[in-house]
């Protein structure tokens, strides 16, 4: 099974900020990667899919890239309403696995 | 705008069979694949499974023997069971539309229902 792990699973930050989070895989996913932000009492929305293809409707203040083992979501200027936690997903095995979690706090 | 409502028992007692429906609305069930994700109290998402439109299924090997989804495509409708619930199996639980990109054609979540939240509490 494919692992997936984010760090840092929290983070502290200011609006106006930059912001990387990074997503690992235990094995290659080559850009079977995508990014979802969830709110408290919400259901997660997609924000990158492929790697680094921005979904329709989503600020092009996120970014993402990486292919392979190492992928990293940016948010390069923070904004209020991105405070939230975000999650990286695998689509390459059978598991669809999600990362653990990143928390982005004022 | 597609829109994905969903219903279903909130609070069962261990041992019974959780049952979820999903209605699509908006959109069409074709040519696409609709899942089952979980996220249990203060923790992070688990995928359940899977279904098209022509009845085909994929599960979570960790959930496989107490899971089935099925679709109702004259309704626009899937659904999800879960038997033999255990408080392990308290979580929200969403549906959501799988698409594919590109050439690879990449799976992605694209669309989420609101979650429903299930509690199994004796």
């Known amino acids: 099974d494919i692992q997936m792990t984010q760090s840092p699973s929290s983070l502290s930050a200011s609006v106006g900020d930059r912001v990387t989070i990074t997503c690992r895989a235990s094995?290659?996913?080559?850009?079977?990667l995508n990014w979802y932000q969830q709110k408290p009492g919400e259901a997660p929305k997609l924000l990158i899919y492929?790697?680094?293809t921005l979904q329709s409707g989503v600020p092009s203040r996120f970014s993402a890239s990486g292919s392979g083992t190492d992928f990293t979501l940016t948010i390069s200027s923070l904004q209020p309403e991105d405070f939230a936690t975000y999650y990286c997903?695998?689509?390459?095995?059978?598991?669809?696995?999600f990362g653990q979690g990143t928390r982005v706090e004022i | 705008q597609v829109q994905l409502q969903q219903w279903g028992a909130g609070l069962l007692k261990p041992s019974e069979t959780l049952s979820l429906t999903c209605a699509v609305y908006?959109?069409?069930?074709?040519?696409?694949?609709w899942s089952w994700v979980r996220q249990p109290p203060g923790k992070g998402l688990e995928w359940i499974g899977e279904?098209?439109?022509?009845?085909?299924?994929n599960y979570n090997p960790s959930l496989k023997s107490r899971v089935t989804i099925s679709v109702d495509t004259s309704k626009k409708q899937f659904s999800l069971r879960l038997s033999s619930v255990t408080a392990a199996d308290t979580a929200v639980y969403f549906c959501?539309?799988?698409?594919?990109?590109?050439?690879?054609?990449?799976?992605?979540?694209?669309?989420w229902g609101r979650g429903t939240p299930v509690t199994v509490s004796s």
């Open positions: 959501a539309r799988g698409d594919t990109s590109g050439y690879y054609e990449i799976p992605y979540f694209s669309y």
């Open positions: 908006g959109g069409s069930l074709s040519n696409y694949n």
């Open positions: 279904i098209n439109d022509s009845g085909s299924t």
């Open positions: 094995q290659s996913i080559t850009s079977y």
């Open positions: 492929a790697a680094s």
């Open positions: 997903q695998e689509s390459y095995g059978s598991l669809r696995t």
